[in-house]
């Protein structure tokens, strides 16, 4: 299998906690794996050391054949992540956002690209990026995540806070990223949007170490 | 957005209601000092006014210019930058030269914005307005050195008033140098904009290693 991305050995210790351990993991082209597991197995961390926004504590990551390590902003080119922790507006526009975050990625994109994302998310051109809800917030980082059309895309729980008219859209919308080839790790809470949207799950479980700690343990399994 | 991380900074200082505030009180202060001292005051013997004003000017600039950059800058630091590096996939050296030279820009304007009371104070002491540009052109270097300190300390310590007491000192500090150790106007010039580019040399170059990722 020609690999998108490829983690070998990756664990995550924030000074004696074992976020997780000993996960490996490969997703092929337009592959949509799911990271299911219960809550404080390590999920959302996984998703940041694959993103380059931690570093792991052992392991390897290969984002399209670039070793993460070695050159974590040539890896960062190659994707985006969709997770809690969002940029801050300083008082852009949604457009200005949207616009800024385009540019810096892909070069100056058309008014009517900018037009048909901010229709199909739903959004408030003018509307203040910090003063947005969480919903709405969320539907921002996923919309500015597909403009940019990523070779990957690492989605933390990517329909947390959407209702369910949102939800539907941007379930549709992330089918269609997935099925014109970009590479998905998503981490789900309900099962159903796994079977919707995934390929394969990869579970993570809580496991106790020698410390009584939680260690996850990862097992790859098809949808 | 052609150069988006230039046209961001610049949105968000001129989106900044502090910056029109700051600016007013900055083109009071100078226009005040030229009409009370100017006027009302006696010289004196073989003192200029311009030459007093200049070190008014240079002090004042010393203190607002970092306090406006603080201010109104998009405050971004820490695990902030390492995530508009993630969103924008630019280096973070690369969104803090632009911060810099953003912040930069605008100071240059603010500036500008008290030259005419620096003119008319030219004028009381019947100097050439060439002295004037020579000195708006000092304090562009001025506007360079600050804005390159007040990122460095953003970058250190996220308070803005810690920010701003720390960026003003350092900016001080080294207006103060050029003026001991240099004579000559050009000198003095060069040795604050090249302090001001080190400055930000370095804190690009240690930002690209140091925010790589985010804290644990």
């Not at chain 2, 990122?151 to 001080?172: K, N, Q, Y």
């Amino acid at each position: 299998m020609t690999a998108m991305l490829r983690a070998t050995g990756l664990s995550k210790r924030f000074d004696a906690t074992v976020a997780f351990a000993g996960v490996d993991l490969q997703a092929a082209p337009g592959e949509c794996v799911g990271l299911v597991g219960p809550n404080g197995s390590g999920r959302s961390t996984l998703l940041k050391v694959l993103a380059t926004l931690l570093r792991p504590t052992s392991g390897s990551i290969e984002i399209d054949g670039v070793d993460a390590a070695r050159a974590p902003y040539e890896a960062r080119r190659r994707l985006a992540h969709v997770g809690d922790n969002a940029v801050p507006g300083h008082g852009l526009t949604v457009r200005e956002y949207l616009d800024f975050v385009a540019s810096a990625r892909r070069g100056q994109m058309s008014r009517t690209t900018i037009d048909d994302t901010l229709e199909r998310a739903g959004l408030r051109d003018d509307a203040d990026v910090d003063k947005l809800s969480a919903g709405t917030r969320r539907r921002l980082s996923l919309a500015a995540a597909f403009l940019v059309a990523p070779r990957i895309l690492l989605l933390d729980d990517p329909f947390a806070g959407l209702d369910a008219d949102a939800r539907l859209t941007f379930s549709r919308w992330l089918c269609e990223v997935r099925d014109a080839g970009t590479t998905t790790i998503v981490a789900l809470n309900d099962e159903r949007d796994v079977r919707a949207l995934c390929h394969r799950i990869l579970r993570l479980e809580r496991a106790a170490s020698d410390a009584g700690r939680v260690t996850a343990l990862p097992a790859t399994a098809a949808v | 957005m052609t150069l988006p991380l230039p046209t961001r900074e610049l949105v968000v200082v001129a989106r900044r209601s502090v910056l029109i505030a700051a600016v007013g009180m900055y083109v009071a202060l100078v226009a005040g000092f030229t009409l009370v001292w100017g006027l009302k005051l006696p010289m004196l013997t073989g003192v200029r006014f311009y030459d007093v004003l200049r070190i008014y000017h240079g002090g004042l600039l010393a203190i607002v210019m970092p306090w406006i950059a603080a201010r109104c800058q998009a405050a971004d630091s820490g695990d902030r930058i390492v995530m508009l590096s993630a969103l924008t996939s630019r280096r973070p050296s690369s969104i803090l030269f632009a911060k810099i030279l953003s912040l930069a820009g605008v100071l240059t304007l603010v500036v500008i914005a008290g030259a005419p009371a620096t003119i008319v104070a030219a004028k009381m002491s019947a100097m050439p307005v060439s002295v004037v540009f020579r000195d708006l052109a000092s304090a562009c270097s001025l506007s360079l050195l600050a804005s390159a300190v007040t990122v460095a300390w953003t970058v250190g310590a996220s308070d803005v008033m810690v920010t701003w007491i720390g960026a003003a000192a350092t900016t001080l500090a080294v207006f103060a140098a050029a003026s001991r150790w240099t004579s000559a106007p050009a000198v003095h010039d060069l040795f604050v904009a090249v302090v001001g580019l080190t400055v930000a040399a370095a804190v690009a170059t240690w930002s690209d290693r140091a925010l790589q990722y985010c804290h644990d």
